[in-house]
């Protein structure tokens, strides 16, 4: 009996229990239809929509029927006196003349392929630069490993070295 009391009880991460409203097993049918389902009731809500417009517009139809101001049924009057009252008030407004919708891209595009010339171009005088430098070393390696019959350096080739160095310093 003590050792049952002072057991302790054997800890467990997350229930092993399944909640009341979710079930273990989903069926196949609506497994397979779970997109669908949003899709349907979008298409649901719309369509809900769309008659509730046509009411609202039928109703204004009968109204102005009713009225005397509507002649057909089917079709607004182009002449009807509310209408052109209310056009007849408000100045005719230019329209803005558009700008090209592609402007800023074309204008980015033209930069862009600028920088990419300008950076090729000094890619290309960065690399002459390197091939002319690199051809001059050679030239300078081989003057300087020149020797004499008994293995001393040639001391003309190295003073000119020297001398090159310092005019170019100073």
Known sequence: MENQRKR??????????????????????SFVNRGE????????RKRKEFIKNAKVVNRYKRLLKREGRLKDSTVFNKNDSSLSAKNSGEKKRKRKVKTDAFLKAKQK?????????????????????KKLKK??????TKKLSKRTRKGQPILNNMLGNLLERIEKEG
Do not use: C, M, P
């Open 8 to 29: 302790k009880r054997k800890r467990t991460f997350g229930s092993n229990k399944q909640d009341k409203n979710s079930s273990a097993v989903v069926s196949i049918k």
């Open 37 to 44: 389902n949003k899709v349907s009731l979008y298409r649901e």
């Open 109 to 129: 595009a033209s930069e862009l392929e600028q920088k990419k010339i300008d950076s090729e171009k000094a890619a290309e005088e960065r690399e002459t630069q």
């Open 135 to 140: 051809a001059k070393r050679k030239e300078w």
